[in-house]
């Protein structure tokens, strides 16, 4: 089943917002295998995330992830009006069968 | 600096094919594994199908397998998606992407090719 997550969330420039997806744990290879990725309107999806918290290079430091039980967070700090776009979890799953699951999708708008 | 270019999106009427293809350069495309994923207009992301580097394993999300096949041709750096009997919910921008050495997760992606399945 696919990650849930939160609709929308907003913030003002400058604070800090944290987005959460609840993972089935019979979907997730491993507790650390959830994924993030960014994509502004009209462009390809981009990873920001991996492993829940690990950042790919050339991504700042103002994405920052965590796991607690089966719910991921990403949370931004220092909100950017360039943050304003789509957030997607994924999960990947090795178990019962080889499967990527994308959650629906949080809509960030920067105030 | 890795580079994933899509081709042949277009117009289709339902029932009929088409063949998607992903031309990758500037990374190690023979140890890469490779996914389709697809993004409905309005909609989230969906992932499709996956290879493997070799091309020996293959996997499909249900709502495509047995309807799209996944190939891929390392002396071409390419990757296809052959799409038969489209539906009208096929319509999406369809991406490739380059997956993690671990399969975990998707790290390089292209800017996608419209495919629109209509009447």
């Known amino acids: 089943s696919a990650p849930t997550q939160t609709a929308s969330v907003s913030g003002s420039p400058g604070q800090s917002i944290t987005i959460s997806c609840t993972v089935s744990?019979?979907?997730?290879?491993?507790?650390?295998?959830v994924s993030w990725y960014q994509q502004h309107p009209g462009k390809a999806p981009k990873v920001i995330l991996y492993d829940v918290g690990h950042r790919p290079s050339g991504i700042s430091d103002r994405f920052s992830g965590s796991r607690s039980a089966n719910t991921a967070y990403l949370t931004i700090s220092g909100l950017q009006a360039d943050d304003e776009a789509d957030y997607y979890c994924a999960s990947y799953s090795n178990t019962l069968t080889f499967d990527w699951v994308f959650g629906g999708g949080t809509k960030l708008t920067v105030l | 600096q890795a580079l994933l270019v899509e081709s042949g999106g277009g117009v289709v009427q339902p029932g009929r094919s088409l063949r998607l293809s992903c031309a990758a350069s500037?990374?190690?495309?023979?140890?890469?594994?490779m996914v389709w994923v697809r993004q409905a207009p309005g909609r989230g992301l969906e992932w499709m199908a996956f290879v493997s580097s070799d091309g020996t394993k293959k996997y499909y999300a249900d709502s495509v397998k047995g309807r799209h096949t996944i190939s891929r041709d390392n002396s071409r750096n390419s990757v296809f998606l052959q799409m038969d009997g489209l539906k009208v919910d096929d319509t999406a921008v369809y991406y490739c992407?380059?997956?993690?050495?671990?399969?975990?997760?998707?790290?390089?992606w292209g800017q996608g090719t419209l495919v629109t399945v209509s009447s």
């Open positions: 992407a380059r997956g993690s050495s671990d399969w975990s997760y998707f790290d390089y």
């Open positions: 744990t019979s979907d997730i290879a491993d507790d650390d295998s």
């Open positions: 500037g990374f190690n495309f023979n140890s890469s594994p």
